[in-house]
Structures are given as C-alpha cells and as structure tokens.
C-alpha cells in the first residue's frame, strides 16, 4: 500500500534521511524506532507532506504526493509529537472543525465525530474546553483527529510519550482497532509495549534504515534483546547487561 | 462547507474571545474619534464635507489595527505547532490564506462600521451647512475606499505573519511594511523630485480617500488595491508551501 522509495532529505547541509527504503502494507503496525536524533520524526513529516524530500519516491496505492498531494492527504491522518490543539475550543467542536476542513460531507460530520469520540474515550469530555484537559486527554484528542475521517494510513509521532500505564493501554487498544481498516506508522522508545502489537520494526540510526524485523519471526524477548542492542549501538552507547 | 468557509469561521470564533482583538479594535475606535473631533474642530467654516472627515480620521490607524489583527494569524499556528496539522490536512494552501484573511477583514469590515456611528450620532448637532455636505453616497464611497486600504493593509500583514513565530515581531513588521514604507516611499520621491511636491501636497493614499468621499471615483485606484491585495495573497500561499522545502 505505501511504498518508501530510496529517500533522502537534509535540513541544509545536514542530511537527517539517507536513502531509506521499506513498505507498508494494509493493516500492518510499523514501528519506527531509534535514538534520539535517528530521523524518525523527519520521516514521518516527509510521510506526511510537512517536508519535501531531496530524492527518492513516496507513493501510497500509487498516487504520489508530489503529483497529488490533496488526494494523498486525504487518505492520511498525522498525529504530530507535540499534540498541537486549539485550546479555545471544546472537545467536540475542534473535531467537527477538524472534519469540516478535511472536507467530509456535512451529512456525516456528526457521525464522523460520535465514532471518534466513542473510539479515543472522549465522550464524558465532548463538552470541555480543551485547554482543561490532561496531557492524556489531549494526546487522545490528537488520535481522534487523526482517525476521524478513516484514513487509510495513520502516521503517530511518539503517541504514546508522557501516558501513564492505563493511557498506554488504552492508546493500544485504540490503534489495534484502527489498524483493521488503516496502516499505522508509529513512532517511540517504547519497545516492551509495542513489542504486544506491533507487527512490525524498522530502526532507524543516523538516518539510515539498520534493521527491519517482523515481530512474528522472533520470540518476544529475542526482540527485545535484538531491538535494544541495535539502537544503544547505533546511539554510542552500551547495552545494558 | 468548502475549506474556505471552515477556515473564515473558525478565525472569526477565535477573534471574538481574543485579546488581541478586543483591545485593538477599542484603542483603534479611541483614536478615530479623538481624531475625527480634532479634525472637525480645526475644520470648522472649511468646506471639507463630513465623510470626507470621517474617512481622513480613518485611514491613518488602518495600517496599524491590521498590523495588529493579521499578527497572530499564523504566526499563533507556527508558534503552537497548528500549522503542521493543517498543512497535512487536504486542503489547498490558498484555501487557508483565504479564509483567514477573510476573517480579519470581517473584523475589519465590523470596525468601520461601527466608526461610522460616530459622525451619524454627531451630524443631527451640527449646523445646517455641514448637514448639507453629508451625502450617503459620499459615505459609501469613503467606505469602499477605507475598505480597499484595509484590504491591501491585512494582506500584506497576513503575509507578514507567516515569517514569524513570535506575534509582536510579526506585528512591529507588519507596521513597518504598511505604515512605515509608504511614507518612506513618499517623501524619498519628494526628496528626489520636488516639483512633485506641487501636486501630491498629502500623502497619495489619503488623497485617494478624500477624492472618493468627494466623488472622484477611480477604477484606476480601485484596481491598484484590488491588484496589490491579490500580490500579497499570490506570496501568502507561495510561502506557506515553501515551508515545506524547508521544514
């Protein structure tokens, strides 16, 4: 469905994707995982038209978003690291805002909105402002918005950073429900949980692709191991015992 | 609803709990009247007619309420990380541009409608001559004219917004660009032809003001702002897409 192709971007003379290649297919979890600095945030702004690539080809179910990026971003739903909201509005109207922009019929506009809130957990909060909500509530906002029109890909830049265990839990659940109808990216350090739903890792270290693993070729703690070895070596550091 | 639509009235919302609105459009609506009284006072006996003052009490504060206004338009979304959501949202940057800049000329638009209150409660106390001058026509006129000002003013402050992420420094460029260059502009062609001085004794942009509130009406004018508002526009949405070459 998606197809990477031989990307390669840099923030001047400071090339952050070098030559990464991989696919995604329907109703995969990918995971993107690497040190602090690896690209993995730059990739999924370049997966999610915030950035031009230099070279190489993105293309999902062969339409380019270079050629048609309105049609490309109408199938995407992008949950960007810092959760970005309009605080001035209420739970219930930013998603409707949100719907209305993607240019969702205005017949379905109110359903669009009831399912997201009834999937991300949102409903006792429809009505509050969302300036008062908690960090958690506001990451689910975040995933609401970008599940709310169906998209076909879901790209999640560290979603499940700064969540208790219980919100963890519950984004999981959520994402699990979501990948039968989309492909997910997603992005975090987070690897003992993703490791439960995630089908598949791609670690990044300096800009490169490092490893590609399908988690059902490996026991859970033979990935885990592999996985953590290959990012602290990639990061400099040393693997702890 | 098109993007268009949803983007105006979303701004619109935004604009009627800020603080940057209210405070603005106030402080605006102070100095206009301060300066349509002075104006009318040091006018007294003269033959200016009353929309002509209306419109000259005006026009000076437009650059600065839209400096003001147009400020947080996006550099508010570049700030909060907003713009990343929109721009991988399918919709056309132009779309964006648009409902925004329309937003802030409906506060616009609001404003100097409720500044022309100001000389219709004044105008039943004054003498019968003054009363005379007033023509609706001259005030719809004016009010096409200050529109078109403001028009030109938002746009470019609106373009001036997507370079920042700071509001104030969007604001102070803002001003600088629309009320600052003008008068540069002027007084530099003064400096460098002086015979010129003769024909252009105020500033061309409140002659244009004055001709119209007179009748003097120009499409010539009308399309020099139409054109530079549509410039400025073209450049919004051509920057908001360079942000994408460079993150």
């Not at chain 2, 003013?153 to 009320?179: D, E, H, K, P, Y």
């Not at chain 2, 010129?196 to 004018?221: C, N, Q």
Request: charged share 20%; proline share 4%.
């Amino acid at each position: 469905m998606l197809e990477v192709d031989h990307i390669t971007f840099s923030y001047g003379r400071h090339r952050v994707l070098n030559d990464i290649t991989f696919d995604v297919a329907p109703g995969e979890i990918v995971a993107l995982t690497g040190a602090n600095g690896a690209g993995k945030s730059t990739l999924l702004r370049v997966l999610s038209c915030l950035l031009m690539q230099d070279s190489g080809r993105v293309r999902m179910d062969s339409i380019d978003p270079l050629l048609r990026p309105i049609k490309y971003r109408r199938s995407i739903g992008y949950l960007s690291e810092h959760c970005p909201l309009y605080s001035d509005m209420t739970v219930e109207t930013y998603l409707t805002y949100r719907v209305r922009l993607k240019g969702e019929r205005s017949l379905r506009v109110r359903k669009r909105v009831g399912e997201a809130l009834e999937m991300c957990g949102l409903d006792e909060v429809s009505k509050t402002r969302i300036r008062l909500l908690s960090h958690g509530y506001r990451k689910r906002v975040g995933l609401a918005d970008a599940l709310v029109q169906h998209p076909k890909l879901l790209l999640l830049d560290d979603p499940l950073a700064g969540l208790d265990v219980r919100q963890r839990k519950k984004t999981a659940a959520v994402l699990t429900t979501a990948s039968s109808r989309a492909a997910i990216i997603i992005t975090g350090h987070e690897i003992p949980e993703m490791l439960d739903w995630c089908t598949r890792f791609v670690v990044l270290g300096k800009g490169r692709v490092v490893g590609m693993y399908r988690t059902s070729d490996f026991s859970r703690a033979d990935m885990a191991l592999v996985l953590d070895r290959l990012i602290t070596a990639e990061a400099g550091e040393e693997a702890y015992p | 609803m098109t993007a268009i639509q949803v983007t105006w009235l979303r701004e619109v919302q935004a604009f009627r709990g800020a603080f940057s609105c209210g405070v603005p459009v106030t402080a605006f609506l102070a100095a206009f009247g301060w300066t349509f009284v002075m104006t009318l006072r040091r006018n007294e006996g003269s033959v200016l007619q009353i929309q002509s003052i209306w419109g000259l009490s005006v026009a000076p504060w437009l650059p600065i309420l839209s400096a003001v206004l147009t400020m947080r338009l996006f550099a508010e979304e570049r700030s909060t990380g907003m713009i990343d959501l929109l721009m991988s949202s399918p919709v056309r940057e132009r779309d964006l541009v648009i409902g925004k800049f329309l937003s802030a000329m409906t506060v616009m638009g609001v404003t100097l409608l409720i500044s022309l209150a100001v000389p219709m409660l004044i105008l039943p106390t004054l003498s019968a001559p003054v009363q005379g001058t007033a023509r609706v026509a001259g005030f719809i006129a004016t009010f096409i004219i200050l529109f078109l000002q403001a028009s030109t003013w938002c746009a470019a402050g609106t373009m001036v917004s997507i370079f920042f992420r700071n509001q104030a420094a969007a604001a102070v460029s803002s001003l600088v660009l629309c009320g600052g260059v003008p008068v540069v502009v002027y007084f530099a062609i003064l400096a460098w032809m002086p015979a010129v001085r003769s024909e252009t004794a105020w500033m061309p942009l409140l002659v244009h003001v004055y001709d119209f509130s007179t009748g003097l009406f120009s499409t010539a004018i009308i399309a020099v702002y139409v054109v530079t508002t549509v410039f400025f526009l073209f450049g919004c949405s051509k920057l908001l897409a360079c942000l994408r070459l460079r993150g």
